[in-house]
C-alpha cells in the first residue's frame, strides 16, 4: 500500500540551527502539507504546496520557514534558525485531490536543545 | 471562522463497551470530514471520511460515523471496543474550495479498561 515516508524519524538540533524534514509524498498525490504537533497539543496547520507554490499557509510558517520540492519525489520543510519552541512533532501528508483523504506520514520529531 | 470541536477531552472505556467520540465543525462550504487515529508516538491514520451520499459511512477497524448536517456534527461510534483502540482520535475537515488545509480538532483520547 503506498505510504508517505518521512525522514529522519527524530532529529536533534541545537538552537540557531537550520535543519531540513525530508518527506517523500505518494507518487501520484498533487497536493502536499506539512503539520506539526508540540507534544500533547493540537496537530498544527503549517503550509500546503501546489502546482510547485504554496497554496496556503498558517501564521506559524514565518520566514525562518521554507518549503520546496527539489525533484519529482522529495518535499522538504526547512527551518532557517530554530528555536526551542520549533520542538514538535512534523507531520508531512499528501493528498491526490485537493480536500479528500491525506495520508500522514510518521512524522519527524524534531527536539531543539 | 472554520473551526471542529471535539467536546471530550479524555474518555475512558471498558473493554467491550460501545464507543461514541464526538465531533462538531463550523465550516461555510460543504464539508468534507475524517476521522484519524493516532497511537503513542505514530502518525495520523485515516480511520473514515464522508464526502457525500449516505450519511452513515463505515471505516477500518470496526468505526463507524455518521453524519447529521442540521447539529453539524460527524461522530464516531464503535460497537465493541477493543484494548488495542485505545489511542488518540482527531476528527478534521476540510472542503474543495476555499481553503487549501485540513482542520484538525483537538482530540480525544481514548482509554479502554480491561
Known amino acids: 500500500e503506498p505510504e508517505v515516508t518521512q525522514t529522519p524519524s527524530h532529529q536533534v538540533t541545537q538552537m540557531g540551527q537550520e535543519v531540513i524534514l525530508r518527506c517523500v509524498p505518494i507518487?501520484?498525490?498533487?497536493?502536499f502539507y506539512w503539520y506539526r504537533q508540540i507534544l500533547g497539543q493540537k496537530v498544527e496547520f503549517l503550509v500546503s504546496?501546489?502546482?510547485?507554490?504554496?497554496?496556503?499557509k498558517s501564521e506559524i510558517f514565518d520566514d525562518q520557514f521554507s518549503v520546496e520540492r527539489p525533484d519529482g519525489s522529495n518535499f522538504t520543510l526547512k527551518i532557517r534558525s530554530t528555536k526551542l519552541e520549533d520542538s514538535a512533532m512534523y507531520f508531512c501528508?499528501?493528498?491526490?485531490?485537493?480536500?479528500?483523504?491525506?495520508?500522514f506520514g510518521q512524522g519527524t520529531r524534531l527536539t531543539v536543545v | 471562522a472554520q473551526s471542529v470541536t471535539q467536546p471530550d477531552i479524555h474518555i475512558t472505556v471498558s473493554e467491550g463497551a460501545s464507543l461514541e467520540l464526538r465531533c462538531n465543525y463550523s465550516?461555510?462550504?460543504?464539508?468534507?470530514l475524517f476521522w484519524y487515529v493516532q497511537s503513542p508516538g505514530q502518525g495520523l491514520q485515516l480511520l473514515l471520511k464522508?464526502?457525500?451520499?449516505?450519511?452513515l459511512v463505515q471505516g477500518i477497524k470496526g468505526f463507524e460515523a455518521e453524519f447529521k448536517r442540521s447539529q453539524s456534527s460527524f461522530n464516531l461510534r464503535k460497537p465493541s471496543v477493543h484494548w488495542s483502540d485505545a489511542a488518540e482520535y482527531f476528527c478534521?475537515?476540510?472542503?474543495?474550495?476555499?481553503?487549501?488545509?485540513?482542520?484538525f480538532g483537538t482530540g480525544t483520547r481514548l482509554k479502554v479498561l480491561a
Open positions: 501528508a499528501s493528498s491526490e485531490v485537493r480536500g479528500t483523504e491525506a495520508f
Open positions: 465550516y461555510g462550504a460543504t464539508p468534507y
Open positions: 507518487s501520484n498525490h498533487l497536493y
Open positions: 504546496f501546489y502546482n510547485n507554490e504554496i497554496s496556503e
Open positions: 464522508y464526502f457525500s451520499g449516505d450519511t
Open positions: 478534521a475537515v476540510s472542503t474543495t474550495s476555499g481553503t487549501y488545509k485540513y482542520i
